[in-house]
């Protein structure tokens, strides 16, 4: 019998990162990651214009990092770097009637805030549940129509369509959701790529989200949650005292790891990427070398 392959493809700023999974009875078979480093300024992440200043190059990275995997199957699972449209966290108090509705309310709602104009937006949302005031909590995330449909044409130039598109912080939680919905309150650190990512969740639904690019040191990660945690609303006053999970893809994370505890001021649980979560084989890579692949893996899981 053959088996569907699923293609996660993470794109960051100077490096490419993929992962297959396959199905395996009821369980998921990890069938292999790929990473690749790009030559900086190959993709420019940006809310307006185009992200992908050297095409050529690019879809030769993509053919590179991907064909290994994938077989005959050219449908993917893309995540994008967070610079490259908004994630938020957002509550209503107008109901939905319909999906579309929710759209137009969200855009209307958000019009000063917007990259761009209404009209040039891409925009989909995920109702959460309602907030202590009762009003609707919703998860958003957007991009401008001319960023997502260059990432979809180079890709479909490459050979692949992106069947899923979403962001680098929904798939990070998605590899670690097994791991991370067993308590109700919780903030999740992710240190990857060039990017901190910082989502707190209140009774397993997420109430707060925060992305931004970071140099490759623990002293600006330091400085970056210190001031997170600073300047977070009143209504999460619990992310003071949630339990602290952090994912770091530095094949050392012990200055990371430090660094979360200390602006936290409290014990940070380092993630275990639990790689055998999805093999019955034997797993030939080291613990840092899949939290690299993290993203991308849970990127394909999402296409399951």
């Not at 761009?116 to 401008?144: F, K, P």
Request: hydrophobic share 40%.
């Amino acid at each position: 019998m053959i088996r569907r392959t699923y293609l996660g493809l993470d794109i960051g700023r100077v490096e490419l990162r993929a992962a297959a999974l396959r199905r395996q009875g009821r369980g998921v078979l990890f069938d292999g990651g790929r990473s690749l480093p790009m030559v900086e300024g190959v993709v420019v992440p940006d809310l307006r214009d185009n992200n992908i200043r050297d095409p050529r190059r690019f879809r030769e990275y993509v053919r590179e990092v991907l064909h290994p995997l994938a077989g005959t199957e050219e449908r993917i699972a893309l995540s994008l770097p967070t610079g490259s449209g908004r994630v938020m966290v957002r509550e209503f108090e107008t109901p939905f009637r319909s999906h579309q509705e929710g759209v137009d309310i969200i855009k209307w709602q958000l019009k000063k805030s917007l990259p761009v104009e209404a009209r040039e937006i891409q925009l989909d949302y995920q109702i959460l549940g309602r907030g202590d005031s009762g009003r609707t909590r919703v998860l958003i995330s957007m991009i401008g129509h001319t960023v997502l449909r260059q990432y979809e044409d180079e890709l479909a130039e490459a050979g692949y369509g992106a069947e899923q598109v979403d962001f680098q912080p929904l798939n990070l939680y998605m590899f670690h959701r097994s791991r991370l919905e067993t308590g109700s309150d919780f903030l999740l650190v992710g240190v990857d790529q060039d990017n901190l990512l910082f989502l707190y969740c209140q009774d397993r639904s997420l109430v707060y989200h925060r992305a931004c690019e970071i140099s490759r040191d623990a002293q600006a990660v330091f400085q970056e949650i210190s001031r997170t945690l600073a300047g977070s609303p009143d209504n999460l006053a619990g992310v003071h005292r949630a339990p602290v999970f952090l994912h770091c893809d530095w094949p050392d994370a012990s200055e990371v790891h430090a660094a979360v505890a200390s602006a936290c001021e409290r014990d940070v649980v380092l993630l275990d990427p639990n790689a055998r979560r999805l093999t019955q084989q034997s797993f030939d890579f080291p613990d840092w070398r899949v939290r690299t692949l993290a993203v991308a893996t849970g990127a394909a899981e999402r296409l399951m």
